[in-house]
């Protein structure tokens, strides 16, 4: 097999490029946790340690905090977490059932009890997570609502619409959105924090079929800094990835013009229904062999 020397080297400066990029370059598609730990009396605490365990890939994040007694956990995958807060000659809390979803930006404060570090308290509930570090306007597109409502084209950025003020340019090209009166041009579509725009008609480029989202969110105002090109919307993607229990799924979806009616229209100008099939096959799961696990899709239309 011959190798070209320079596929050798654009490969090497990616290499290379992508190990000088900062962390702030892949939280596109990642959350971040941060707060302050205080004592009872509001006094910060110093080194306190946190650790966020993601439970879907069993995961463990730490941190300690500063001398303001504030701690950062950026790069998050979303997921369900768990918090524990330790500090010598101080009550250990665990926070279980936490939700982080992609891109969010959450501020969690922990207030600790003196005691010994082996009780724990446990906490339930708590008030209602705030982004308070970001001023972002955004929705989230959930996994259940992908799920549940209908999908003509099965595009998972067809959810778009969701949003007020959004307006399909061209169905029929499959081309992009306008909100709020802007052009097509102004919207971003991303995979995964990656770019993902087709500049031809300023829709997305690559069409992931809906049963590989996680999950995505739309941005429509106040974009962060990371973001750049665009003033209109930003449809971020999140697919799916491995966890610790097997899972699968397989489904064939048909959609044959056979199957269907003609429009009232063509019927009254005598015309036959046009000639339409559209066919899709997707099979995913895991496998593991000890600690080493492999999750892999099949796609096929």
Not at 16 to 32: G, V, Y
Not at 133 to 147: A, G, Y
Not at 213 to 239: D, K, M
Request: contains cysteine.
């Amino acid at each position: 097999m011959t190798i070209n020397f320079s596929h050798c080297v654009f490969i090497t400066f990616l290499v290379f490029f992508s190990l000088l990029l900062p962390p702030e370059a892949f939280a596109i598609s990642t959350a971040t946790l941060t707060g302050r730990v205080t004592d009872s009396i509001g006094g910060v605490l110093v080194d306190a340690e946190v650790l966020a365990t993601n439970l879907d890939i069993n995961a463990a994040f730490p941190a300690k905090t500063n001398k303001l007694g504030l701690y950062r956990l950026p790069l998050l995958p979303s997921g369900n977490y768990r918090v524990i807060v330790r500090k010598y000659g101080f009550r250990t809390i665990v926070k279980p059932g936490l939700h982080l979803r992609v891109q969010d930006v959450i501020a969690l404060n922990f207030s600790m009890r003196p005691g010994a570090a082996t009780s724990s308290i446990t906490e339930e509930g708590g008030i209602p997570l705030l982004q308070a570090e970001t001023s972002m306007q955004s929705m989230i597109i959930s996994q259940s609502t992908l799920n549940e409502l209908p999908s003509l084209t099965r595009n998972p950025y067809d959810f778009v619409t969701l949003d007020s003020g959004v307006t399909p340019v061209n169905a029929d090209r499959l081309a992009g959105f306008a909100l709020n009166g802007q052009r097509p041009e102004s919207g971003s579509f991303l995979l995964d924090g990656s770019d993902n725009n087709e500049p031809y008609n300023s829709g997305p480029g690559q069409i992931v079929p809906l049963e590989a989202v996680q999950e995505y969110r739309l941005v429509t105002h106040n974009f962060p800094a990371e973001f750049g090109r665009n003033s209109g919307f930003i449809a971020n993607v999140l697919t799916k990835s491995g966890t610790n229990e097997w899972h699968g799924g397989f489904f064939y979806f048909l959609r044959n013009s056979r199957l269907a009616a003609n429009t009232f229209e063509n019927k009254a100008r005598g015309i036959d229904k046009p000639i339409f099939s559209r066919q899709q096959f997707w099979r995913s799961g895991n496998a593991w062999r000890g600690r080493h696990r492999i999750f892999c899709r099949y796609f096929k239309q």
